[in-house]
């Protein structure tokens, strides 16, 4: 976007410039190629003025002295009343030269119209590509001819200072426009860039992010609406939390009543085993309590090591899976792995894992759990050698064992929640292998 606008403000200032600059090319041009050509009258003026002066006679040793004088850029000559030339001629010498205007008064002596010496000011005539003015004046030996001649190259050649100065004021306006394109871009794009980073934060789950206010008046207003938007899904996210907990936290007298009726049985085996269900269902129920209050607890974005939760659920399902004589391969790095994932929602989604193997596959099949780092996160793998997965096993609440299909579920969330994902596949010995992939905070 910030190209695009640079572009268009670099496009318009060019259409200004161009629209500006042409019609002044034109007129310098016009301009330069008029005072070219009067320039060329004037110097027969002249010319005409020094040989016509009252105060002593012109030799033509000093006329031709005085022509040299002259401006180079032009070809003056003067014809003596002798028919000597003095200077240098027009493009084809003496011959097709156009015949100089004049009259005679009674007197006999030559005059323009105007009673100026040699017809007063002389007006330049296109001759030979160029421009030519002649006039007659009294000179040494009668009647002398002025001749002044230029091409239309020397008549144009002044333009080329006026083109350099235009193009240059061109350039530095471009320029300019470049310089006001790029700070205004600055000025509306990068809070919009601001503003569309935050829109992404919150949409991965980030509700810390919030979006600059500053900028102009219009995307200002943007960032303030996407702040109170944030502001009010922090509001809903605390309701809802809230609202799961205290129903949680209401199943807790229910929940002692199971205990006390569990303690009252007369079989002490059955007492042991309702128990140790009704303890589970507990735990499971404190987690819940405290995973819809962890905003409170723990801030916006959780985050844990990944080492130390591992280690731990595998060390608490140690117990079972030696007494079903199930050989384990735990590997764990030696350094923390964080992952932004709270440490009871990331020991769910191992506790889910684990209990697949071990209501999934007979007793003494072998397992493996490892836990690696990555460039972003880490990495869990559960393999097992039993007899794989079925095919409809990634569908939530489906399953052909028995089970209520939501242990998948469940560590597909987890690894959602970072901004991850969950791969299902097959491991060396032909049982499942499920692959959970987990990023940084």
Known sequence: MRRRIVLLVVGMTTLVVVAFAVPLAVLIRHKVYADAVRAVGDEANTVAVYLHSEETDRTSVQIAAYLRTLNDDRTTSVQLGTGQVLGTLPPGGLA????????????????????????????????????????????????????????DDQLHSGETGWWLLLVGASIGLLLIGVLAA??????????????????????????????????????????????????????????????????????????????????????????????????????????????????QREGRMPSCDATAVVGERVAFWSALTEEQQRH???????????????????????????????????????????????EGGGRLVVSDDGPGLPQDEPVRGRSDRGSSGLGLDIARRCAAATGGTLALGASASGGAEITLELRAP
């Open 96 to 151: 097709g030269l156009p015949p100089t205007a004049q009259r005679q008064d009674d007197h006999g002596s030559d005059h323009g119209p105007d009673g100026g010496p040699g017809g007063g000011p002389s007006l330049p005539i296109s001759y030979r590509g160029g421009k030519l003015a002649q006039l007659r004046v009294p000179g040494p030996g009668g009647f002398a001819t002025v001749r002044v001649y230029a091409g």
């Open 182 to 295: 790029e700070l205004l871009t600055r000025r509306i794009v990068r809070p919009l860039v601001d503003t569309a980073a935050t829109a992404r934060a919150l949409s991965t789950g980030d509700t810390t992010a919030r979006a600059p206010t500053d900028g102009p008046r219009e995307i200002g207003e943007v960032g303030v609406a996407l702040n109170r938007f944030a502001d009010r899904i922090d509001e809903l996210i605390a309701e809802e939390r809230e609202t799961v907990a205290n129903l949680s936290h209401r199943l807790r007298t229910p929940l002692t009543a199971l205990r006390l009726d569990a303690e009252a049985l007369q079989d002490p085996a059955d007492a042991e085993l309702v128990g140790t269900h009704v303890t589970a269902l507990e735990r499971m129920l404190t987690s819940v309590i405290h995973a819809a209050r962890r905003p």
């Open 328 to 374: 384990s391969t735990v590997v764990l790095p030696d350094e923390p792995v964080l992952v932004r994932a709270s440490a009871e929602d990331l020991a769910a989604a191992v506790d889910a894992l684990l209990e697949n193997v071990i209501a999934h596959t007979p007793e003494g099949t072998a397992f493996a759990v490892d836990l690696t780092a990555v």
